[in-house]
C-alpha cells in the first residue's frame, strides 16, 4: 500500500540554523512522483518541488535542497540558514501512475517548523 | 496570474444543514481536484475533474457530498445533510494537464457543530 511518514509532528530552530524534513514513503510501483508543499499561514499549499522516481539527482534551489534516495525510500528536504519566513507546516507526498487517469496524491501528515528570531 | 480561489474561506454550520464550497481554479485549467483534511488526518484525495467530467471519484465518503463542474469551468462542492465528522478544511486544486503538480487553493475550513 502506498504511505508517506513523516515521523516529525514539528521542529523548531533558532534562525540561521539548518533543518532537515524528513519523508519516508512506501510504494509498490517503480514509477512515480514524490513532491513537497510548503503551507504558510495563509493556509494555501504552495508547490516546492517535484522528482520523478527515475531521477535520483539531488537539486538545490537558493537555501532549498532536497536528497532524494531510493535504497531507503526517502525524500527529504533541507533548510539552509533558515529564516523566520520559513515557518509553515510541510508536506511531503507521493503519487503514483494514473491507474483511473487520475495522479492521485498521498500526503504525509505535515511536519510544522517554527524559526525562532 | 490569479491563483486558485476558494469560497467560503471559513464557514460554520450545524449538523443537519446543508453548505456549498466554490472554487475557480486557474484559467484554463482543464483538471481540477477536491482534497480534504479532517481534523489530525491526512490530506485525502476526494475526487478530478477533467473539464466538466468527473475522471475519478472514488474518494467522495458518500453520497452526502456531490461534487459538480457545469461548463468545465468552477466547481461545487455540496455536503448534504452535513454531519460533525465531516469537519475539516476542503482543498482545491487545478493543472493544466493530468500530469502533477497541482496547484492548490487556501482551502475552506468548514465546522459542523
Known amino acids: 500500500a502506498q504511505k508517506v511518514t513523516q515521523a516529525q509532528t514539528e521542529i523548531s530552530v533558532v534562525e540561521k540554523e539548518d533543518v532537515t524534513l524528513d519523508c519516508v514513503y512506501e510504494t509498490r510501483d517503480t514509477t512515480y512522483y514524490l513532491f513537497w508543499y510548503k503551507q504558510p499561514p495563509s493556509g494555501e499549499l504552495v508547490f516546492l518541488i517535484r522528482r520523478n522516481s527515475f531521477d535520483e539527482q539531488n537539486e538545490i534551489s537558493g537555501r532549498y535542497s532536497w536528497n532524494f534516495q531510493k535504497s531507503t525510500s526517502s525524500f527529504n528536504f533541507t533548510i539552509t540558514a533558515s529564516q523566520v519566513v520559513d515557518s509553515a507546516v510541510y508536506f511531503c507526498?507521493?503519487?503514483?501512475?494514473?491507474?483511473?487517469?487520475?495522479?492521485?496524491?498521498?500526503f504525509g501528515t505535515g511536519t510544522r517548523l517554527k524559526v525562532l528570531a | 496570474e490569479a491563483g486558485v480561489t476558494q469560497f467560503p474561506s471559513h464557514s460554520v454550520i450545524e449538523k443537519g444543514q446543508t453548505v456549498t464550497l466554490r472554487c475557480d481554479p486557474i484559467s484554463g485549467h482543464d483538471n481540477l481536484y477536491w482534497y480534504r483534511r479532517v481534523m489530525g488526518k491526512e490530506i485525502k484525495f476526494l475526487l478530478h475533474f477533467v473539464k466538466e467530467s468527473k475522471q475519478d471519484e472514488s474518494g467522495m465518503p458518500n453520497n452526502r457530498f456531490l461534487a459538480e463542474r457545469t461548463g468545465g469551468t468552477y466547481s461545487t462542492l455540496k455536503v448534504q445533510p452535513a454531519e460533525l465528522e465531516d469537519s475539516g478544511v476542503y482543498f482545491c486544486?487545478?493543472?493544466?494537464?493530468?500530469?502533477?503538480?497541482?496547484?492548490f487553493g487556501n482551502g475552506t475550513r468548514l465546522t459542523v457543530t
Open positions: 507526498a507521493l503519487s503514483e501512475p494514473p491507474y483511473s487517469g487520475t495522479y492521485k496524491y498521498i
Open positions: 486544486a487545478s493543472s493544466q494537464s493530468t500530469v502533477p503538480p497541482l496547484h
